[in-house]
């Protein structure tokens, strides 16, 4: 299954670096949502583009003109993402799609069943839950900061 721009987005609930559940649907009417799905916690590609977003955040959400909602996600335990988090200082939920593994990236369509990771797959949501915006790259293929600037500012 692969979800496409102007597809409802599937919903899901998965456990943030805390333990706390963190539905995709209580977004709904209230924030658009930037899903970015990742391979895994504390590898280089990763980490520079989830401390590009964290870094970059205020820049995102003041250009969207809109209030926007970051969740990464990647098949690493809660408690990596935790570990992880402290480190880096994320200050955005780090989401669990560790059992059933990877079954949120499956149902988006950006599960690597070889290698048993998340592309790098983003989908941009708006505050109705449809996907307005997505780009999926490649494992060792970094996104662009600048396209979620311009897609965002688009909402």
Known sequence: MSVNVGDAAPD???????????????????????????PLAFSG??????CALRDELSGLVAGAGADVQVLAVSVDSMFTLRAWSDQEGFRFPLLADFWPHGGTAQRYGVFDEAKGVALRGTFIIDTEGVVRWKVVNAIPDARDIDEYRKALAGL
């Open 12 to 38: 899901f609930e998965l456990k943030d670096q805390h333990g706390a559940p963190v539905r995709l649907s209580d977004f709904r009417g209230g924030r658009n949502v930037l899903l970015v799905f990742y």
């Open 45 to 50: 590609v990763c980490t520079g583009e989830l």
